[in-house]
């Protein structure tokens, strides 16, 4: 297979191959716009922070690493607007070490088809630095691969914070791809995405979030939503984002260590998109 760093076809023009496949709107362009999210954070408003504990959380928001006090490994799969071209795979491991001195996590996503596909390696490391704060730091390698033309890939680094305000509210944040990778010959740039959210606990068994997300290629969008846990083993989700708007649902049902997730998300001018999510936890 060549190399898209040995030949000079823009990836512009790979990009004008995937649009007329599947025919979606602006924003998701560019390559690695998709980036693996958990049905609960989909189901809340398309939110990039890990609200719940879920390892496919780590990939954007590293901090959450700092969550899971057992093992735990995560599942998801589903298609973006109903189309099969569209589809996304994501498994995660997510553990302690050194009596939870440090936290650690890999995973691996797949987004796309034979003809177009993006792959993420991931590998995630945490550490409590604090009782109210917590970091993490994330390696991802990024492969691209467009049929009869090549592939390219590059290295990201995402960095990503907790802080703990007071007893009901947190600060948590993100900084996707803070070296400014790139792929190709033409060096597009992958997209880097600052994050920053508060997380309010008004009582028990509810969860409010507003989110502000900037990318660097794209208008920023303001992500407002919520959970709401019904019984010990149900909870269910709802949020909009702005930019396009897009109104989202889900829901979660626990049994024993076992959580199954479903999200879905609206668009204005395509089909529905849809997330399925096992996680499990390893005692």
Known sequence: MRDLKAIKIPLQKAGIIFISV???????????EHYPSNPVAVGSGLLFINVQANAIGIFADPAS???FQVRNIGIVSGRRFGLKRLQHHSAVLAQP???????FAIGASFFGDKLYSETI???VMG????????IGIGLMYYDLQIKNYGQASSWGLNLG???KLDKSLQWLGSWRNLNSP???VSKDEIPQIIVSALVFNP?????VVIEWEQDTLYESRLKMGGQFKLLPWATIHAGHASSPGQTTAGFEILFKHIKINYAVSTHSYLDLSHWFGVGFSLH
Do not use: C, D, P
């Not at 070490?97 to 936290?103: A, E, G, I, P, W």
């Not at 550490?127 to 917590?134: C, D, G, I, Q, Y």
């Open 203 to 207: 009582i028990q068994y509810a969860t």
């Open 182 to 184: 790139a792929v190709g």
């Open 161 to 163: 914070w907790r802080i």
């Open 97 to 103: 070490y050194l009596n939870k001195k440090l936290y």
């Open 65 to 67: 690493v700092t969550s």
């Open 22 to 32: 599947v025919s979606i709107s602006a924003h998701l362009f560019s390559a690695f």
């Open 121 to 123: 390696w991931g590998m």
């Open 127 to 134: 550490k409590r630095v604090s009782e109210k704060l917590n």
